[in-house]
Nanobody, 116 residues
């Protein structure tokens, strides 16, 4: 089993920036892909960004050019740098990892309200 813990959420003004972090702990697994999703109440969870083991990032169209995903395999961590935040980015953000077994794990989520 793996445990994922997100941090870095909180209130931010439109146009502002924020970095989310996700620390992965537990029995050593090969983390094939690491990513971020987000969800607002009443809606389905939406994929935001993903980075695979060769460190190639992919982004949803809604965040491309504003968000940057990165990973640190030494620290078993994944990050999401969010710039030029918009009100529509308001959501609970979830960290997600896929292992080579294959299994999928989720964090508990961190809230990012974008408001003036």
């Amino acid at each position: 089993q793996l445990q994922l813990v997100e941090s870095g959420g909180g209130l931010v003004e439109p146009g502002g920036s924020m970095t989310l972090s996700c620390a992965v702990s537990g029995r050593r697994r090969r983390l094939v892909a690491m990513g971020w999703y987000r969800q607002v109440p009443g809606a389905q969870r939406e994929w935001v960004a993903m980075i695979v083991s060769d460190h190639r990032p992919v982004y949803s169209d809604s965040v491309k050019g504003r968000f940057t995903i990165s990973r640190n395999d030494t620290r078993n961590a994944v990050y999401l740098q969010m710039n030029n935040l918009k009100i529509e980015d308001t959501a609970t953000y979830y960290c997600n990892v896929h292992t080579s077994e294959p299994n999928t794990y989720w964090g508990q989520g961190t809230q990012v309200p974008v408001s003036s």
